[in-house]
């Protein structure tokens, strides 16, 4: 397969998803003040603000692309420094507890690690499968710590950190894809892109649950899937 090819589809791809962000964002809100929504629970900036955002985030991502052009390993291990900084702190400094579906699965992997085989379980498992899958993959994992876990605040600790674990999994897996796919210069704007956004960074600390931890397997299989289809030559788009 030709990676020229490979480069078209996603360019028009992400062309095309970027096209319809602009639409939204332009028959959403103002144009000079801010615009209340979903009732007046969060605010829609206005669109002068939305350009401005742009253009300085078009600036960012020209200047990063202008670094990787000089120093492109210094410049990725300068953002891979700070994106395990961030992604061990929230584990730390967590903005708050696990909450709704994911309290629930927590809680009740907890009382599996310490009361298994007698344990019940909650009403909020009693229609399947909601979230049964991954609370006994938690069991699994969680049992070898069993000797330190004394409070639901310690499976929380020890779950956010495999979360985590797979967060930086994840990361470096769609950074080896973009490698791929262009150059390792749009793989540091993805770095850059994601610390540009540490709720992503922090979310496994929250959103242990459903098939949360099966996403980051799922971006490894679509990089070595696009590997393959880029080196063996016979395999046509």
């Known amino acids: 397969m030709h990676t020229t090819t490979l480069q078209r589809f996603v360019m028009t791809t992400m062309a095309v998803i970027a096209i319809f962000f602009g639409i939204s964002i332009l ?3 103002h144009i000079f003040s801010n615009n209340s929504s979903f009732h007046d629970t969060f605010k829609l900036f206005p669109l002068w603000k939305n350009i401005l955002f742009s253009m300085l985030l078009l600036c960012s991502i020209t200047i990063v692309w202008w ?4 120093k492109e ?3 990725r291990f300068i953002f891979w420094c700070i994106i395990i900084f961030l992604v ?3 584990i730390f400094f967590q903005p708050y507890k696990p909450v709704f579906d994911n309290f629930a699965v927590n809680l009740q992997a907890f009382h599996l690690v ?7 379980w909650h009403q909020y498992f009693s229609i ?3 979230n049964v899958a991954i609370t006994n993959l938690l069991f699994w994992l969680d049992t070898p710590f069993k000797g330190i876990i004394n409070t639901p605040e310690d499976l929380f600790f020890i779950n956010a950190c495999i979360g985590q674990g797979l967060m930086l999994f994840s990361i470096y897996q769609s950074m080896r894809l973009l490698d791929l796919i262009f ?6 704007v993805l770095l850059f892109f994601y610390i540009l956004s540490p709720t992503y960074l922090m979310q496994f600390t929250q959103v242990a649950y459903s098939d949360t931890y099966s996403l980051p397997f799922l971006v ?9 289809l880029i080196t063996v030559e016979d395999v046509n788009f």
């Not at 670094?67 to 000089?70: A, E, M, N, P």
Request: a positive charge; glycine letters at 8%.
């Open 27 to 29: 028959l959403s809100g």
């Open 67 to 70: 670094l990787s052009t000089k």
């Open 73 to 75: 390993s210094s410049v």
């Open 88 to 90: 061990v702190g929230a």
């Open 114 to 120: 310490k009361d298994f085989p007698k344990c019940s």
């Open 128 to 130: 399947f499968p909601n």
């Open 183 to 188: 150059d390792k210069k749009f793989g540091n």
């Open 220 to 228: 490894a299989s679509f990089r070595y899937v696009t590997q393959l």
